[in-house]
């Protein structure tokens, strides 16, 4: 009988002595502060590229080349842009002088600014935009090819006139190269190019192809005639035909543009090499404007001096076109300084 006494104290007292130690380390536990959750800061959105970060290596395996270009994860509906924030120009923007313009703020989608924005207008070579672009959707589909992929030059996309990269007839160019030379140099003969080997050999097929997505996006003032955006003269003394496309329908490209990250990597690029020589961006606000992404200038006498661009700043991005300057210098200096009205509205 003593021994069982003596058993149950010493069961009672070890399970006392286990019971306090459970409520010790608790509440030692519930005491200790917590360690704060400290989001890492979030990678700007925007790169200095320079011409090895554009270059894709040789001996790259065939799916590492293709992520190159692979279309973003992004929604396949995109709603109409919010036209609820709309401001008047300050004073020192409303004296400029041209025909039509557009500003975005993608990260809302607000409309911050425009000035018949839907209102179909020439665009010169902000049609590469569109060649690129309907390019890259060919490019995801068909597996068989990849920026590496050479295309030979013909005949005919060196008969087009200025500005041209001087293609050879017969020579091989990489796709990689010919994307350069049309988003870079704006050369013609290189969209015409790209159009042509996109099209089997029939440019009208590309360009085809070419109103086709630009149906799809929902660019309902904009008709395209050729990749390049040079106007189409007649031989009876008509005026000649062009590209068409309102400002709103520019944007609507733009925000479509940024399903593919290589094709800004190419409207961000200043300078490069390439077998056909060396290409330097005209964009001028490229370096000069903090967070400029691109992405392409165009001229025509019936166009004017044209911009598409591209910039971000503490997280916001703004999207815009504009059209119609007479002078280049004039269209460069008001895009700089509506880019920096921009980011002061909300």
Not at 256 to 265: A, V
Request: charge should be positive.
């Amino acid at each position: 009988m003593r021994e069982r006494i003596i058993a149950l104290v010493v069961c009672s007292v070890i399970f006392v002595t286990v019971l306090i130690i459970g409520i010790v380390t608790a509440m030692r536990s519930t005491s200790r502060p917590a360690v704060p959750n400290v989001d890492q800061p979030e990678k700007t959105q925007h790169t200095q590229i320079t011409s090895s970060d554009l270059n894709v290596p040789e001996e790259a395996p065939p799916v590492v080349k293709k992520l190159r270009f692979k279309r973003n994860n992004t929604p396949v509906f995109y709603p109409a842009f919010d036209q609820s924030n709309l401001h008047n120009l300050p004073k020192n923007l409303a004296q400029y002088q041209f025909k039509a313009g557009i500003l975005v703020d993608l990260t809302n989608r607000k409309i911050l600014w425009e000035k018949q924005s839907r209102r179909p207008v020439p665009i010169a070579s902000l049609t590469k935009l569109m060649t690129i672009y309907t390019a890259f959707e060919e490019l995801e589909r068909k597996e068989e090819i990849d920026l590496q992929t050479k295309v030979t030059v013909s005949t005919e996309s060196t008969q087009v006139a200025e500005v041209t990269a001087k293609l050879k007839p017969g020579s091989k160019i990489k796709l990689h190269e010919l994307f350069l030379g049309a988003m870079l140099k704006s050369a013609n003969d290189a969209a015409y190019l790209i159009a042509e080997y996109f099209g089997n050999g029939d440019h009208q097929k590309f360009i085809n192809l070419m109103n086709q997505k630009a149906s799809e996006i929902g660019m309902t003032s904009s008709s395209f005639l050729n990749a390049n955006g040079l106007p189409i003269y007649s031989q009876n003394n008509q005026p000649p035909r062009m590209n068409l496309a309102s400002c709103y329908d520019m944007a609507k490209l733009i925000e479509r543009l940024y399903n593919y990250p290589m094709i800004l990597r190419y409207t961000s690029c200043r300078s490069t090499k390439v077998s056909f020589g060396e290409l330097r961006n005209g964009n001028r606000l490229l370096g000069a404007v903090k967070g400029m992404e691109g992405l392409k200038t165009g001229y025509t006498n019936a166009a004017g001096h044209c911009l598409a661009f591209s910039c971000v700043r503490n997280k916001r991005r703004l999207v815009g076109v504009v059209t119609g300057f007479s002078k280049r210098q004039n269209c460069f200096d008001f895009t700089s300084k509506l880019l920096s009205w921009g980011f002061q509205q909300q």
